[in-house]
């Protein structure tokens, strides 16, 4: 009987100790074993989780003397949305890098449209909103 509770005990404690481990682990179902990587960004801004599951990624790249405010979309599964602006980007405008305009949140409405707020420092600080289509278009 005490050899039978012995081996229950052990092979709970070993459940136990898998378990523990895979705590806080990176889901290996996303991206290239849990992490997705976009090069060419310079700075982000902000990340949203869409109502879809799919992620939206707000930055900004440098390009020598100009620079472009970029969204990625990207799919649940951490794919790039090649559906989504143009391969996956939009918003994709230019600016002068000494007064490099600043994404800083976004917000999906009912419709499936981004609302997403920045500013911009010349001489002084500018507001500015934008709204985007679910398709990526302005």
Do not use: C
């Not at 895979?22 to 997705?36: C, E, T």
Request: glycine share 18%; net charge negative; no cysteine.
């Amino acid at each position: 009987m005490w050899m039978r509770e012995s081996v229950l005990g052990l092979a709970l404690a070993t459940m136990l100790q898998a378990a523990s481990a895979q705590v806080g682990g990176l889901d290996p179902g996303f991206g290239a074993g849990g992490v997705v990587t976009k090069s060419g960004l310079s700075g982000g801004g902000f990340l949203v989780a869409l109502a879809d599951g799919a992620y939206m990624l707000g930055g900004y790249a440098r390009n020598g003397s100009t620079g472009n405010l970029v969204l990625h979309r990207f799919l649940s599964n951490g794919a790039v949305d090649t559906n989504f602006g143009s391969n996956g980007v939009a918003l994709n405008f230019s600016f002068n890098v000494n007064a490099p305009p600043t994404f800083e949140d976004a917000l999906e409405l009912p419709d499936g449209k981004l609302l997403v707020v920045g500013g911009r420092f010349i001489g002084e600080r500018s507001l500015q909103l934008h709204r985007i289509n679910a398709d990526g278009s302005l």
